[in-house]
């Protein structure tokens, strides 16, 4: 059979593509002397061929690859292969989805479409509008072999998570935004509707952007009302911040 190598690290150049049949024309003056060592195509010893999952409704690292929920097929999550895997004799490879079976995971249709993400001690969360369910184990080596994931498990619990960007981890557990408040998956997976102090406050408003400041021992949530909404997880008790109108959160530096 053929073997492929790369022939250029560099990109083509843009102005040899033809906009007419959609193809860059490129003159190849490598020799086979240099062709034959320089990296063969990735699939070579058996990695699966990558592909697009394209749009995606939320996306999470659950054990070393990304874990995708599909915005065109509702009840799938595609994995990639492991981040940082030797690909082809080299390594620091960009995130890549492979192709087939192994790299998906199919949850019940009923209760419509993935609607976010967590991952919480050996767990992967998958939330539905109303619905929750779990997955452990390990996912498959790039060449599609050796998983370990369960079957998704649907937890008894009345709320799900339609707001992708209220998910954030805490010392507790997982906190979220469900449709009836603010809710918390604990370590052993049962909710609880930490919220109540501040519904009122809720309303209609949405969480934007959510994230844990250890060092003040505080859940922060920027609410699309202009509010930021603060659980002090040592104290069990919430605040507010007001004048902060904000479309996302993050830690910068200690």
């Not at 874990?67 to 492991?82: G, N, R």
């Not at 995130?95 to 079976?101: A, P, T």
């Amino acid at each position: 059979g053929s073997i492929y190598h790369r022939v250029s690290d560099t990109l083509a150049d843009p102005s040899a593509y033809d906009s007419y049949f959609r193809v860059t024309f490129a003159a190849d003056t490598t020799t086979d002397e240099v062709l034959k060592v320089r990296p063969q195509i990735y699939t070579t010893g058996g990695s699966k061929e990558t592909f697009s999952p394209g749009a995606t409704g939320a996306i999470c690292e659950y054990k070393g690859r990304l874990i995708a929920a599909s915005a065109e097929y509702s009840d799938v999550a595609f994995l990639s292969k492991p981040v940082g895997y030797v690909e082809a004799g080299a390594v620091g490879v960009p995130v890549e989805f492979g192709m087939g079976e192994q790299f998906q995971i199919s949850v019940d249709q009923a209760g419509g479409p993935i609607t976010a993400l967590g991952v919480m001690d050996s767990n992967l969360v998958i939330f539905k509008k109303n619905k929750v369910f779990v997955i452990g184990g390990d996912g498959p080596n790039d060449q599609g072999n050796n998983s370990t994931l369960s079957a998704p498990t649907l937890l008894a619990i009345e709320v799900g998570c339609p707001y992708p960007k209220s998910v954030v981890l805490t010392p507790s557990g997982l906190m979220y935004q469900s449709l009836k408040g603010i809710y918390l998956l604990d370590r052993s997976l049962s909710s609880q509707y930490v919220g109540a102090p501040v519904e009122g406050l809720v309303g209609t408003a949405t969480v934007r952007s959510a994230m844990v400041t250890p060092r003040a021992y505080q859940v922060r949530l920027a609410m699309s009302s202009g509010v930021w909404l603060v659980w002090d997880y040592a104290m069990n008790q919430w605040s507010t911040f007001t004048g902060l109108d904000s479309a996302g959160l993050a830690i910068w530096g200690d």
